[in-house]
């Protein structure tokens, strides 16, 4: 197929999830090797959780001191700088998840750089990214106008477009964070970015 | 270290998951790999899903549908016999569950083949292997007398036994199915097997 003829990865992911940190350290390097572009689509994840019944890791006994355990693993199996551990999560995400599609409506590589450093802010270095201040702060050391960002995340359109973004990833049944979908494909969690990358290699099975 | 230093790989898995299935198919083969034993333990994981607080895949709205497409695409990637799609989830998997421990404390290897042939029964021949009758008659087929596994299924110390198990995996935080534990590490799913084979070949990480 031509390069054309070649779908996105759509990159589903929370500005609060752990393993949506990891598979953003990754995923733009299995899209460059099989030359698919990647679309950066943060949600909140907390709207699908309502309609799986989910309940937030730390409210899941056992299941949480596991993935506290696998977080911190994860991260040192792909060399991922990660110093919150246990992390802080659920945090919040309305905010970042605003200023981002603020953003990407006027320059999706800003906006790709504004998410890697709210990702960097809050697992490296344990900034509350939930704080609509630390959100200006990060937005302008993306190169965005810090007044314009600010007004941008009380704006009512820009509001509208986050919860239109949820919705429209939720109709496409995605649940989780990160979420990957190529070529109609499925795919959840950080650990089956190993198999987006042998579903493109090999054309699926 | 030497062959009687290295520990085995605590292999946990639910007769009714289908997710066990396709790591019963291949964890033999990654002990064999790294000259570890595996221990076959099967337990109720319904027991700890009610200290989770998780529930059933089939009760879980969009998770339940990227579970069976995954599922599908799972077996086809492993090249696993797999006939039932969507899989007979989840089924009470007490008496099979039970026959395997009865077995197991006379002959590992003959409860082992039982094991196999029950989860072949149920997700490639479409039995229900929660029936009491067809467990005698995969006991059987294992080499085991019918009568006697009857007899034992419905045993006071036999079920005992099984609670015991059970009540072990839950206090070691084993939650799902399958669950490795190796060398202290636990790892969750079929999908992270691969992890397991690589821990296991670098010394971990």
């Known amino acids: 197929m031509t390069a054309a003829e070649k779908k996105p990865i759509d990159f589903y992911f929370d500005f609060s999830s752990p393993y949506g940190y990891f598979g953003s350290c990754r995923v733009d390097e299995v899209g460059q090797r099989h030359d698919r572009e990647v679309m950066w689509r943060p949600y909140l994840m907390g709207a699908a959780m309502k309609l799986t019944g989910s309940k937030p890791l730390v409210e899941r006994e056992m299941i949480r001191d ?30 970042p998840c605003r200023a981002f599609y603020w953003l990407c409506d006027r320059d999706p590589l800003q906006a790709r750089d504004f998410a890697r450093r709210t990702y960097a802010a809050l697992f490296v270095h344990g900034r509350n990214t939930s704080e609509v201040d630390v959100v200006v702060e990060l937005a302008s050391d993306a190169g965005a106008d810090g007044d314009e960002t600010r007004a941008a995340l009380g704006d009512q ?49």
């Not at 199996?77 to 919150?84: D, K, L, S, T, Y």
């Not at 990160?178 to 990358?197: A, K, Q, S």
């Open 157 to 205: 359109a820009v509001k509208d477009r986050l919860r239109q973004a949820t919705e429209l990833a939720v109709e496409r049944g995605v649940f989780g964070a990160p979420f990957f979908i190529v070529d109609g494909e499925p795919f959840w969690g950080n650990d089956r970015l190993d198999e987006v990358d042998e579903w493109l290699a090999s054309g699926g099975w």
């Open 66 to 95: 596991y993935a506290y355990h696998d977080i911190a693993r994860a991260a040192r199996r792909h060399g991922i700088a990660f110093n919150q551990s246990p992390p802080p999560f659920p945090l919040p995400s309305v905010a």
